[in-house]
């Protein structure tokens, strides 16, 4: 199986995730991406000393993993993924902070690394956030529940159109591969002007197949909005969920809770 067969796999697994039987998948779309948007907004407005105080906030993504029946070892891998996008933003923290601001016997660590680990973290719990909410939720009625949320139809729409087509570049690409392996006799290596042009035809070849998409779509009376059957019912429990997380989220936020649990 190749790397990109497998991409395609995940891409369905997260679609059968999303449609399990555990508390969090059972929950209103709109509770959890408010939810998810405090928590993110949280973490994001802690200064970037305050190291201890956003690393309190682990809790909730393992917390909700546990809640939707996924494994946080899976989601903590592939948050790795953007982990390079992450340490980017903030590499360059260690050379122009060089203030000393923390001291451990001969060590001492400058407020740079401190600010540069403080944005590590924050990002892969972000991230983290993000993917548990598309696992448990469905990217698809995340879309809904933004656009209920009041989020112009137009940015839901595309979010939605960006996914599908998602699947359409991957399916293209295997049917490109799989034609580039029964063809090569074996061969494995390849020069780098081949590759450019197997995506310069990747390109193309999705670019048609989405204009000959978009043309069906207009024949069956698409109007720019996409239709998603179900409802969305908003019941007790979500107002429950809502109300314990954003209040703890809250308590996390300007309470020193660290300390209170050392009193503990």
């Known amino acids: 199986m190749t790397t990109i067969e497998k991409a395609l796999i995940r891409?369905?697994?997260?679609d059968a995730q999303s449609r399990g039987d555990f508390l969090l998948q059972t929950l209103d779309a709109r509770a959890k991406v408010i939810v998810t948007i405090a928590y993110i907004a949280v973490v994001l407005s802690f200064s970037l000393t305050s190291f201890s105080g956003i690393l309190l906030f682990a809790v909730f993504p393992i917390v909700s993993a546990s809640m939707s029946g996924i494994s946080y070892g899976q989601v903590f891998l592939r948050s790795m993924i953007a982990l390079p996008f992450i340490a980017f933003v903030g590499i360059?923290?260690?050379?122009?902070?060089?203030?000393?601001?923390?001291?451990?016997?001969?060590?001492?660590?400058?407020r740079g690394w401190v600010e540069f680990l403080s944005i590590m973290l924050r990002g892969v719990l972000t991230v983290q956030a993000a993917l548990l909410l598309i696992a448990s939720t469905g990217f698809q009625r995340v879309c809904r529940a933004l656009g209920c949320l009041g989020v112009p139809q137009i940015f839901?729409?595309?979010?939605?159109?960006?996914?599908?087509?998602?699947?359409?570049?991957?399916?293209?690409?295997?049917?490109?591969?799989r034609a580039r392996r029964s063809r090569s006799y074996g061969r494995r290596h390849y020069d780098l002007s081949m590759w450019a042009t197997f995506v310069g035809q990747l390109l193309v070849r999705s670019v048609g197949?989405?204009?000959?998409?978009?043309?069906?779509?207009?024949?069956?009376?698409?109007d720019?909005?996409?239709?998603?059957?179900?409802?969305?019912?908003?019941?007790?429990?979500?107002?429950?969920?809502c109300i314990l997380w954003i209040g703890l989220f809250i308590a996390?936020?300007?309470f020193d809770l660290s300390s209170v649990l050392k009193f503990l």
Do not use: K
């Open 11 to 14: 891409l369905h697994e997260v």
């Open 156 to 177: 839901t729409t595309q979010l939605m159109l960006i996914y599908r087509y998602i699947y359409v570049l991957i399916n293209e690409a295997i049917r490109m591969d």
């Open 252 to 254: 996390g936020r300007f």
């Open 92 to 110: 360059f923290n260690p050379i122009f902070e060089r203030e000393p601001m923390l001291v451990a016997g001969d060590l001492t660590i400058s």
């Open 209 to 222: 197949r989405a204009e000959r998409i978009h043309r069906a779509m207009l024949a069956r009376g698409f």
């Open 224 to 241: 720019g909005h996409v239709r998603i059957l179900g409802h969305l019912r908003w019941s007790s429990t979500d107002t429950a969920y």
